[in-house]
Nanobody, 123 residues
Framework: VQLQASGGGMVQPGGSLRLSCVAS????????IGWFRQAPGREREGVAC????????FYAESVKGRFTISRDNTKNTVYLQMNTLKREDTAVYYC?????????????????WGQGTLVTVSS
């Protein structure tokens, strides 16, 4: 059972990246999926999540209007499209899978975590 996050890299402010989270060993559409990030010296924070039941999406205020979370169940993959990136978006980004939306959103808890992918926004 594994979550594999990828797509990070270095981008200039105002640029875009798309992160991918692929599940192996289980079916992603059985889970609520979240993207989290952790910047150096800071606590991990929730960025976005998508519910398993109806596909509702939720975003942190800091990324609303710039980031979009989506899922492709045929590929067992969840994406995070990040546009208009800012320096403060620099962090290691993790995807996570959890059956309880409450635990995922309110407590940043998840049953499965990916290994993280580094996003650096710098000129």
């Amino acid at each position: 059972v594994q979550l594999q996050a990828s797509g990070g890299g270095m981008v200039q402010p105002g640029g875009s990246l798309r992160l991918s989270c692929v599940a192996s060993g289980f079916t992603l559409d059985d889970y609520n999926i979240g993207w989290f990030r952790q910047a150096p010296g800071r606590e991990r924070e929730g960025v976005a999540c998508i519910s398993r039941s109806d596909g509702n999406t939720f975003y942190a205020e800091s990324v609303k209007g710039r980031f979009t979370i989506s899922r492709d169940n045929t590929k067992n993959t969840v994406y995070l499209q990040m546009n208009t990136l800012k320096r403060e978006d620099t962090a290691v980004y993790y995807c996570a899978a959890e059956k309880s939306l409450l635990l995922l959103r309110a407590r940043n808890q998840a049953q499965y975590w990916g290994q993280g992918t580094l996003v650096t926004v710098s000129s």
